[in-house]
C-alpha cells in the first residue's frame, strides 16, 4: 500500500511512500486459511494539524489504520 502525494491537483505524483508491503496475493477470496494476501479499499483523511488518517483492508480479515506526520509523508 502506496501513499502518493501531488502538488500539482495531480498531473504529477513525485512523493511516494510505502504504508505497508507484501505480494498483494488475490487469486482466492478465501481469508479463512490465509490465502487472500490483498491490501485494498483505502481511505483517508487530513486532520486540521496535516496529520493524514488512513485505514485500509488488510489481508481482508481486518481494517489496518495508519497515522502519518506532514514531515514522513513528504520526507523522501
Not at 512523493?15 to 477470496?29: E, F, K, P, S
Not at 491490501?39 to 485500509?56: E, N
Request: glycine share 6%.
Amino acid at each position: 500500500m502506496t501513499l502518493a502525494l501531488s502538488s500539482d491537483n495531480g498531473l504529477t505524483w513525485p512523493v511516494r511512500r510505502d504504508l505497508d508491503t507484501g505480494d498483494g496475493h488475490c487469486l482466492t477470496n478465501n481469508s479463512r486459511d490465509r490465502l487472500n494476501r490483498e491490501l485494498s479499499y483505502p481511505t483517508i483523511r487530513q486532520g486540521a494539524d496535516g496529520t493524514l488518517h488512513i485505514a485500509y483492508t488488510y489481508h481482508r480479515r481486518a481494517i489496518k489504520y495508519v497515522r502519518v506526520t506532514p514531515d514522513w509523508a513528504a520526507d523522501v
